[in-house]
Nanobody, 125 residues
Framework: EVQLQASGGGLVQAGGSLTLSCAGS????????IGWFRQAPGKEREWVSC????????MYAKSVKGRFTISSDLAKNTVYLQMNSVKPEDTAVYYC??????????????????WGQGTQVTVSS
């Protein structure tokens, strides 16, 4: 059974850093693409970033590009989201999700078949 477990959320001051983890089980990470999404109160779920774990290609939303870095550790079957220079508008529940790699990175949540539970990130001003 494919499972994703997101962790690492918390309270951080604006300008600070936080690293989220997405631990996978029941599958081989290099055969999948993993993405991060977030949802703030009263807003729709927003795609943040994704990575093709086999070849390391990455993609970022404009709102986080240059501040967030997605990476993977195949040995640990884990994907990370390093969040630097965080802003209050980064406050949201963050979710990781995955799909079997088919050659293209996807921004749409509908393309992701497996979802982890969310982890809350709160950025104080």
């Amino acid at each position: 059974e494919v499972q994703l477990q997101a962790s690492g959320g918390g309270l951080v001051q604006a300008g600070g850093s936080l690293t989220l983890s997405c631990a996978g089980s029941g599958f081989t990470l290099e055969d999948y693409a993993i993405g991060w999404f977030r949802q703030a109160p009263g807003k729709e779920r927003e795609w943040v970033s994704c990575i093709s774990d086999g070849d390391g290609d990455t993609m970022y939303a404009k709102s986080v590009k240059g501040r967030f870095t997605i990476s993977s550790d195949l040995a640990k079957n884990t994907v990370y989201l390093q969040m630097n220079s965080v802003k209050p508008e980064d406050t949201a529940v963050y979710y990781c999700a995955g799909y079997v790699w088919h050659g293209f990175l996807e921004r749409s949540a509908a393309e992701y078949d497996y979802w982890g539970q969310g982890t809350q990130v709160t950025v104080s001003s």
